[in-house]
């Protein structure tokens, strides 16, 4: 069964370039209306361009219908503002890809306070300030998909990119608490840890990946995890064409009492404390308590 969009409303952010427009001319060919939202600044997220207007020219000429914004995610009201025009152009917003993002690579040693904040307020509280601004559209509706774009960096680390990875595994986090807040009224999110060749990678890229490391060949993932029949909470890895799943998961671990509720106890028992055979992936984290309880009933 094909994958289609038709009357839908997607808003897509940072969609001037690199991975955004790959999935905003992914989703106007297969019939969705698309908000090109982007900035256009640099890679470290100074200056502007139209970046966001050349991206609905595409659009056009291929025949979908798309809007450019210019708003900055890290602006609440130019978000709202945003929303408010979509909403009075197409009657609703049904998506949105949490997508726009920045650069300010350095070792924590040498990172600026301001780099570090720079970074967190552009991916972590853009994406909030995106997700806030069609959130009560989407609860009105009965009917929402949100994606969120982490990164290998926030899942599991990478040298000099701190501020960024903090930013990114938030944005895994804040997926994880709305995806329970959004069931109620059809709202489903979920978290994308894409892997392609942009401007983003260019440094880090050798020439021969940019060919198979294609933005299109992250579009699928992102476009299904979107789609009408999307699972919800899910963490998904893309990357020239290779689907994965990536879980925050918890050991059955060990109860510890009277001279082992120590330290020492905690090192003696690391082993069976950290042994991954029967663990679990709780869906909220009241399972973590209940997890506890359990353990504590064992004796
Ligand atoms: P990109 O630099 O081509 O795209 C990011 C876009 O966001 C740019 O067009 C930029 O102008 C826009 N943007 C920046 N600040 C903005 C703001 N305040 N408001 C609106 N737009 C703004 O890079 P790429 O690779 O396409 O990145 C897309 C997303 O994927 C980012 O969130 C990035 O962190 C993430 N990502 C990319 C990976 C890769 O391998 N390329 C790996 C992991 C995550």
């Given amino acids: 069964m094909s994958i289609r969009f038709d009357n839908r409303v997607a808003i897509v ?25 982007d900035l256009g600044g640099a890679r470290d997220g100074t200056g502007h361009s139209d970046a ?11 025949g979908g219908e798309a809007m450019s914004n210019g708003g900055s995610v890290t602006e609440y009201e130019q978000m709202e503002a945003m929303v408010a025009q979509a909403k009075e152009k197409w009657g609703g917003v049904h998506i949105l890809i949490n997508n726009a993002g920045v650069l ?54 990478n040298f000099g990119q701190a501020n960024y990875g903090a930013a990114k595994l938030g944005l895994a986090g804040l997926t994880k608490t709305l995806y329970l807040e959004g069931a109620k009224y059809n709202i489903k999110v979920n978290t994308l840890a894409p892997v392609a060749g942009t401007r983003m990678t260019e440094d880090i890229f050798p020439e021969a990946a940019f060919k198979l490391f294609t933005p299109e060949s992250v579009a ?48 003696d028992h690391w082993g069976e404390i950290t042994d991954r055979t029967g663990e679990i992936v709780p869906q909220s984290g009241g399972e973590q308590a209940q997890t506890i309880f359990a353990k504590l009933q064992d004796g």
């Fill in 13 to 37: 952010t940072g969609a001037g370039g690199g991975l955004g427009r790959a999935y905003a001319l992914e989703l106007a060919r297969r019939g969705a209306k698309v908000v090109v939202n």
């Fill in 52 to 62: 966001a207007l050349k991206v609905v020219e595409e659009i056009r000429e291929a």
């Fill in 104 to 157: 300010r690579d350095k070792s924590f040693a040498k990172m600026a306070p301001e780099d570090f904040e720079f970074v967190v307020d552009v991916h972590l509280n853009g994406s909030a300030n995106c997700t806030k601004a069609v959130w009560e559209t989407m609860r009105e509706q009965n009917y929402g998909r949100i994606l969120m774009t982490a990164s290998s960096t926030g899942l599991f680390g």
């Fill in 220 to 267: 699928p993932a992102a476009l299904y995890l979107v789609s009408e029949d999307a699972p919800s909470n899910a963490i998904v890895g893309a990357g020239a064409g290779v689907f994965q799943a990536a879980y925050v998961t918890l050991t059955p671990g060990v109860r510890l009492q009277g001279d082992e509720l120590t330290p020492e106890g905690v090192a």
